[in-house]
Nanobody, 125 residues
Framework: QGQVTESGGGVVQTGGPLRLSCTAS????????MGWFRQAPGKAREGVAC??????????WYADFLRGRFTISKDNAGNTLYLQMNSLKVEDTAMYYC????????????????WGQGTQVTVSS
């Protein structure tokens, strides 16, 4: 049974950076797709970014609204996924979730097999 655990959330000022981490166990980290999602209060969960496993070339996908501010990456040796967030905005405030999928990358949350508990990101003005 796969498990994923997020960390790195916190309070940051508008325009600042923050890096989220996610560790995974019980899955073949080299081959699974990993994704970041977020859910703001009163809103539906939305896909932020995802990265394919080696079998699918390690390619990455991003939500259009990010406009290049976030970068997803994977450290296969350490079974760790990262989300580097730059130029943060108040509207980026949300609970951020990491998820693993036993298939290729997808930004639709219903496609993922294992989920973490989330880490809160709050951007203050």
């Amino acid at each position: 049974q796969g498990q994923v655990t997020e960390s790195g959330g916190g309070v940051v000022q508008t325009g600042g950076p923050l890096r989220l981490s996610c560790t995974a166990s019980g899955v073949d980290f080299d081959d699974v797709a990993m994704g970041w999602f977020r859910q703001a209060p009163g809103k539906a969960r939305e896909g932020v970014a995802c990265i394919n496993g080696k079998a699918h070339g390690g390619s990455t996908w991003y939500a259009d609204f990010l406009r290049g501010r976030f970068t997803i990456s994977k450290d296969n040796a350490g079974n760790t996924l990262y989300l580097q967030m730059n130029s943060l905005k108040v509207e980026d405030t949300a609970m951020y979730y990491c998820a693993a999928r036993l298939n290729r990358c997808d930004l639709r949350d219903e496609k993922y097999n294992y989920w973490g508990q989330g880490t809160q990101v709050t951007v203050s003005s």
